[in-house]
């Protein structure tokens, strides 16, 4: 007679719709995929796998929220989500504003006649990656016997995420790809159902020290320092008007990323600080992205996308803290979509110098 475990992993497989579908993307070190399945309280919701480390990714979309009760939870220095959670190793909260219309987009786009948004034309979608690690080998293996664990408890997560005035839907795994593939290649999807695989870019994507090139777009991540982020400042005004809609930059990312608080290995085993240690969630950081069209000509030469706008509106303290990404910019793209990756374990860092030139 099969056990209790053993049906109930044989049922979340069945319930496994999609085949993998794997991508490695520039600069990211490990190879991701991407499985779909069905929670104990009956959501679909796209797997994403991080294969060299174990780290498991779900995506839940604010859809039910305000850009406002999104801006609260940002507000949170710490996440608490039980000592039960203890393998929630990462939560990146994203909002990501783009051109809301096929022809917003096409005006975006065409850099040849220099079309002007307007506040009205972008939208800005907000949602939150919760990063899982494996805490068996065959869970770090196969996506099957994670996803029975991510399963059961993925309605608890977000019952809890609603008490506290956040509704959120977990995406499924054509809908994690439609922000994978909006984010490398532009604005709308052209494609109703792309495919996870289809994320990274066409071509090997130009990578110079202050910019980042792929699919006929031009992207750069400036760094939030962490003492924008921490009290006494409050983050609330300054997040405020990282988030405003300004038409002179119709594509940025916001991400802000919570990393899991660890004991540390000098601790001895007696101290009593392990007996009272609580893990939670700690607000690591954040960063910021702007993508822009690359001109249309070839001798043009692609400018890194300014931030000058944005930084204008922040106070001094918060103008002092926003940093380019030099050299990284490829990594912190990839970790600022909400995919899972994950800085510095995922990072391809190597001491091969940039190009400081442009193609």
């Known amino acids: 007679m099969p056990t209790l475990p053993a049906l109930t992993s044989l049922l979340q497989r069945s319930r496994a719709r999609l085949s993998t579908s794997a991508t490695t993307l520039p600069q990211i070190s490990t190879v991701l995929s991407i499985t779909e399945h069905r929670s104990a309280g009956g959501h679909d919701y796209g797997l994403i796998r991080a294969h060299a480390t174990g780290h498991y990714t779900v995506i839940l979309a604010a859809t039910g929220a305000t850009l406002r009760d999104w801006q609260q939870l940002c507000d949170f220095t710490r996440i608490d989500f039980g000592a039960d959670a ?7 909260a994203v909002a990501d504003t783009f051109p809301r219309t096929d022809t917003a987009h096409r005006q975006w786009m065409d850099t040849d006649h220099h079309y002007r948004l307007d506040v009205a034309d972008l ?6 990656a919760v990063t899982f690690v494996a805490a068996t080998s065959a869970m770090k293996s196969t996506p099957d016997e994670m996803a029975v664990e991510v399963g059961r408890r993925l309605h608890t997560l977000i019952g809890s995420l609603h008490a506290a005035g956040l509704p959120t839907t977990p995406l499924t795994a054509a809908q994690v790809a439609a922000v994978g593939v909006r984010a490398y290649r532009g604005g709308l999807v052209d494609d109703a159902a792309p495919a996870f695989a289809d994320i990274a870019p066409d071509s090997t994507p130009h990578r110079v020290r202050d910019v980042f090139c792929h699919n006929d777009l031009v992207s750069a991540t400036w760094v939030i320092a962490p003492h924008v982020l921490e009290p006494p ?3 609330g005004p300054v997040l405020g ?4 809609r300004d038409p002179t930059t119709p594509r940025t990312r916001l991400a802000i990323t919570w990393r899991a608080t660890r004991i540390a290995e000098t601790i001895a085993p007696d101290d009593p600080i392990r007996a ?6 700690q607000r690591f950081g954040a960063t910021l992205t702007i993508t822009e069209p690359r001109p249309r000509t070839p ?3 692609p400018r890194a996308p300014s931030v000058d706008a944005l930084r204008a509106r922040l106070p001094l303290f ?11 910019h490829a990594e912190l793209f990839a970790a600022g979509i909400g995919l899972g990756v994950l800085l510095p374990e995922h990072g391809d860092i190597t001491d091969e110098a940039l190009r400081h030139r442009h193609r």
């Open 241 to 244: 008007q990282l988030l405003e």
């Open 299 to 301: 001798s043009s030469i």
């Open 86 to 92: 203890w393998d929630v190793v990462a939560v990146t």
């Open 318 to 328: 918060a103008r002092l803290g926003v940093r380019n990404g030099y050299d990284r």
């Open 276 to 281: 009272t240690f609580q893990p939670t969630l």
């Open 123 to 128: 939208a800005t979608d907000t949602y939150l």
């Open 233 to 235: 400042h409050a983050m």
